[in-house]
């Protein structure tokens, strides 16, 4: 089973920036797909940003391309989100998820098998 915790969230003026971190537990992180994902109430949950196991080619939602950024440390076991340029409509509750087959390119829900408890996140205007 995997553990996974966020952190870093908050309230942020317009054209500010957070990172988030989410820490995960488990032997077999390094082999995980990793992604971030957002939710407002009322809304569906959508996909933010996902990194390979390898933390080559990550791959952006078209709207947080050019200001936001997903990283990770395999030996520290975390994953971040750079997230710059905030704006009043990037206010969500975050949520971190693995995939544990390490599929890549993906962007559903479904596609991935253990989430964090979320972090809200709040942009003003």
């Known amino acids: 089973q995997v553990q996974l915790v966020e952190s870093g969230g908050g309230l942020v003026q317009a054209g500010g920036s957070l990172r988030l971190s989410c820490a995960a537990s488990g032997r077999t992180f390094s082999s995980y797909t990793m992604g971030w994902f957002r939710q407002v109430p009322g809304k569906e949950r959508d996909f933010v940003a996902g990194?390979?196991?390898?933390?080559?080619?990550?791959y952006y939602a078209d709207s947080v391309k050019g200001r936001f950024t997903i990283s990770r440390d395999n030996a520290k076991k975390t994953v971040y989100l750079q997230m710059n340029s905030l704006k009043p409509e990037d206010t969500a509750v975050y949520y971190c998820?693995?995939?544990?087959?390490?599929?890549?390119?993906?962007?559903?829900?479904?596609?991935?098998?253990?989430w964090g408890q979320g972090t809200q996140v709040t942009v003003s205007s």
């Open positions: 990194i390979p196991w390898s933390g080559d080619s990550p």
């Open positions: 998820a693995a995939d544990k087959w390490g599929k890549t390119g993906t962007t559903s829900t479904n596609a991935y098998d253990y």
